[in-house]
């Protein structure tokens, strides 16, 4: 059961709308805008959704899945049609579509093989690979003035990435971006109902495909990830079937590049908004860690992230009914002054910024975030070797795509000199 209302002792604030055009644009000034004090938690009934902004407050859900369930994470915001929802049931796509959003002992059964096959082993193995793309990439620019950082690298290189780690053959990447595209408008956006059926049809396809996928790795063996899977369901097939294969390959096609398209386009943003910083960074390379832990602090590429109460619970002094639905501000648990000293600074040389809650903490915390954070730091490194005066390209209008949850500019124009 969940609540649409606001219970007795909690602010509502009914003009946030994290789907608005004003707050697509510009999270940051909608949170300046908030009352200081009163401000910890609040309800918009806009989504339905109780608003925590606080570190402290989103590190205690995080670290009680007992209390705070994972079932919110992906559910859509907007009722669906019922056509639309058949063909999702009838494509495989249950209510809880993967393991982002399973409780225990659901959660682990597909944690565990993930996590084990996706070893800092074949992370770091990947490296020499994601350096020859970024350079590859940046080679189709060579000599032009001016380029969209996000089409040239933000966008393929964390696609290519992902899908060549999964064993996905190169002349499908096209057609599985496309794909997330729909998923991020059903999970965290608010179709129409006229879109819907096609965004459905879309992901019954996407899910026939990896299990297709699944299927011919079973046959042909490969040196990836689905490869290490059927492994491990070859060891002891009970323990992890074909059919929850597919669903890990789910996750990860989507959470693996999306995020990173967003914290590349973010981070770059953000270094070349300051002229010094850039060249801070291009004469001290060894400060791009950093500067990729300061991006997800301070902007970072998944802004809010969600959960729903399994029985009553007090949180930021009100109490809860069993069924509340908790909008994670994690952008906002970034500028918190309670955890981070002159938050709204953007700092290179800030020791506690890799304290940021921007991967979720606890059981669910992302398994990508040592490969999403390799691949920025290549992509800024590859940059910052070609480009020492790199700057952002005058009067552009950035705009994002319109969800809750994954956040970079669409076009980020930049200038080489
Ligand atoms: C670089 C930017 C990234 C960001 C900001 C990010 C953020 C997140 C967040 C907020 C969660 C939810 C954590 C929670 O509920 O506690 C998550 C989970 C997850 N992420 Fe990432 N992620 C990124 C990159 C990646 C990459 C590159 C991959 C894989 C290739 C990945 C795979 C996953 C998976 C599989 C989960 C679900 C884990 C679970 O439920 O146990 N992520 N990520």
Redesign the pocket.
């Known amino acids: 059961m969940t609540t649409n209302a606001s219970v007795p002792g909690c602010p509502v604030d009914e003009s946030f709308d994290p789907l608005s055009a004003q707050f697509l644009a510009d999270p940051y000034a909608v949170m300046a805008g908030l009352p200081a004090d009163g401000a910890p938690i609040f309800f918009a009934p806009s989504i339905g959704y109780y608003v925590i902004t606080r570190y402290a407050d989103i590190e205690e859900v995080?670290r009680d899945p007992a209390t705070y369930s994972?079932a919110a994470?992906q559910a859509p915001l907007v009722p669906l049609v019922p056509e639309a929802g058949q063909i999702l049931l009838a494509g495989g796509h249950k209510p809880q579509p993967s393991?982002?959003s399973l409780d225990e002992p659901e959660?682990a059964r597909l944690?565990k093989p993930?996590a084990r096959a996706f070893s800092m082993k074949r992370v770091a193995a990947m490296i020499p690979a994601i350096e020859a793309t970024a350079a590859r990439l940046l080679d189709g620019v060579a000599g032009a003035t001016e380029f969209d950082l996000v089409a040239t690298l933000a966008f393929p290189l964390?696609a290519n990435v992902?899908f060549s780690?999964m064993g996905v053959p190169g002349n499908d990447f096209a057609q599985l971006k496309r794909w997330c595209g729909y998923r991020a408008a059903l999970g965290w956006g608010r179709p129409a109902p006229e879109d819907q059926v096609e965004i459905a049809t879309g992901m019954a396809a996407y899910r026939g495909y990896l299990r297709g996928l699944v299927d011919i790795k079973v046959r042909a063996p490969g040196d990836d990830l689905t490869t290490d899977l059927i492994a491990i369901h070859d060891e002891a097939p009970e323990r992890l079937t074909l059919d929850e294969i597919s669903s890990i390959l789910f996750?990860?096609s989507f959470?693996?590049h999306e995020?990173?398209t967003g914290?590349i386009g973010n981070a770059v943003r953000r270094l070349l908004e300051d002229p010094a910083r850039w060249a801070e960074v291009v004469s001290q390379p060894e400060l791009i860690p950093a500067a990729v832990e300061e991006s997800?602090r301070y902007d970072?590429?998944?802004p809010a992230?969600r959960r729903v109460t399994t029985r009553p619970a007090t949180l930021a002094g009100v109490d809860l009914p069993q069924g509340a639905r908790l909008f994670l501000w994690?952008a906002a648990a970034g500028r918190d002054a309670a955890a981070f000293a002159e938050p709204d600074r953007f700092d290179l040389h800030r020791p506690e910024a890799d304290r940021h809650l921007?991967?979720?903490?606890?059981?669910?915390?992302?398994?990508?975030?040592n490969?999403?954070?390799l691949e920025?730091q290549i992509a800024i490194a590859e940059l910052a070797r070609r480009y020492p005066r790199l700057g952002l390209a005058p009067d552009q209008e950035l705009t994002f795509h319109p969800n809750i949850s994954f956040r970079g500019p669409q076009v980020l124009n930049v200038r080489t000199q």
Do not use: Q
């Open positions: 995080f994972a994470a393991m982002v959660h944690r993930a964390p992902v780690l996750s990860l959470a693996g995020t990173t914290l997800l970072p590429s998944v992230w994690l921007a991967f979720g903490k606890g059981l669910h915390f992302c398994l990508g975030a490969l999403g954070k920025a």
